[in-house]
């Protein structure tokens, strides 16, 4: 057996000192360590010690010095995931990082910036979809309030929504035996859905019913969390490079880093790439809107408004910088959300405690999204060249701002 230079003896050493440097950081913020399914002893001793920070960082600069010499992908992105441990150290001893700052540090990216102006711009075309009376915010509630899931139909509806995201995926990727999820419906959380993987392939996934849950979630959240969102990102992670190459980073998931990037932009992307404008229609409209028992006939309305709505996506980015900054109160930012970004008030609410719990986190979807989207559209030029890339984005050591290249 020969090693080329992703499988040295120094990136093996690394990865296994990154691991336990995530680990240790898990016993000071309880979020920190999504996922985790490495050797059950290394966690052990992350509890038994309780490393200070200051000693987490000493040790993450040591690792990141061992890492001077590697060129590869591999290394990078241990430079990358080292480099948030030593940003979420610097938060967690109180410095204040302002929101480019910090989404830099820990998901090597950076949102760009839009005026209320630009948005507003975007709201008048839905301003002219939905004449009649009200504010525009008002309009697309009244609209929102027929396409309602009701609470006894969800776990058929989204039953139905998953297994069509699952056939997509593996008419272009390959999965191992055995792969699986329970999906759940939990209450009072400040997201609307949520994948834990569990390792050997298994995940967890919840969806939060605080709030109503629209028909356009089912087909969002299935293909997000599940196929080919983040239970096939993990899968392939944990076969392809955990098990595959023995890259143990790889079986720890540490949320504030740029994996967040890949992962959030992988699972919006992967909407798109599973379910075209007019097969998405379809498939709601024939499926999932009578099995929610909803009229279909107010679907095609439906999804051009969507389509409209996702343009707003960045105003969550603004909103959250501005108000994280303190340049927008609490007050006015609930006032954006609702007039510009055209949330429901309840929603709105439970972005403000989004943000308030994820910082820059927000940038990872929309941003994340446009990222991955133009990375796999540069790779080829038909559907099954996209999903060939999108496959090898989601089992490669890729960086955030490695996509750009
Ligand atoms: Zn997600």
Request: hydrophobic share 40%; with cysteine; proline share 5%.
């Amino acid at each position: 057996m020969t090693h080329n230079d992703s499988n040295s003896p120094t990136l093996a050493d690394v990865a296994e000192r990154y691991v336990k440097l995530v680990l240790a950081m898990g016993q000071h913020d309880a979020s920190y360590v999504d996922a985790y399914y490495g050797p059950p002893a290394w966690q052990a001793a992350a509890v038994e010690q309780q490393q200070g920070l200051s000693d987490i960082k000493a040790a993450a600069d040591e690792a990141l010095a061992l890492l001077a010499k590697e060129p590869c992908l591999r290394a990078l992105n241990l430079r990358k995931q080292l480099q948030a441990v030593l940003a979420k150290v610097d938060m967690l001893q109180g410095a204040r990082l302002d929101f480019d700052t910090q989404s830099a540090r820990l998901y090597d990216a950076v949102s760009p910036h839009h005026s209320r102006a630009y948005y507003e711009e975007l709201v008048t075309a839905i301003d002219v979809l939905l004449p009649g009376n009200g504010t525009v915010s008002e309009r697309v509630n009244a609209l929102r309030a027929q396409l309602v899931i009701p609470a006894d139909r969800l776990r058929t509806v989204m039953d139905a929504a998953i297994r069509a995201g699952r056939e997509r995926t593996l008419q272009y990727i390959a999965l191992p035996e055995g792969e699986d999820f329970v999906l759940e419906f939990v209450t009072d959380k400040p997201w609307s859905g949520y994948n834990w993987y569990k390792g050997d392939y298994q995940s967890v996934i919840q969806i939060n019913t605080d709030l109503p849950v629209y028909i356009d979630r089912a087909v969002d959240l299935g293909c997000h969390e599940a196929y080919p969102g983040h239970h096939v990102y993990n899968v392939l992670l944990e076969r392809d490079l955990v098990r595959g190459k023995g890259w143990l980073e790889y079986c720890i998931y540490p949320l504030y880093s740029p994996q967040s990037l890949i992962a959030e932009g992988t699972a919006n992307y992967g909407i798109e790439l599973s379910f075209t404008d007019a097969e998405r229609l379809a498939f709601e409209q024939q499926v999932l809107y009578p099995l929610a028992g909803l009229d279909p006939v107010l679907a095609p309305r439906y999804a051009q408004l969507n389509r409209l709505l996702a343009k707003l996506g960045y105003a969550d980015n603004d909103i959250a910088r501005q108000y994280l900054e303190s340049s927008l109160s609490g007050e006015e930012a609930l006032e954006w959300l609702v007039n510009v970004r055209l949330y429901p008030a309840e929603k709105s609410a439970q972005r403000l405690q989004f943000y308030d719990a994820m910082g820059a986190y927000v940038i990872n979807y929309n941003l994340g999204q446009d990222m991955a989207k133009a990375y796999v559209e540069r790779q080829g030029a038909t559907r099954t060249a996209h999903w060939a890339a999108f496959r090898d984005l989601m089992s490669s050591p890729r960086v955030p701002s490695a996509l750009l290249e």
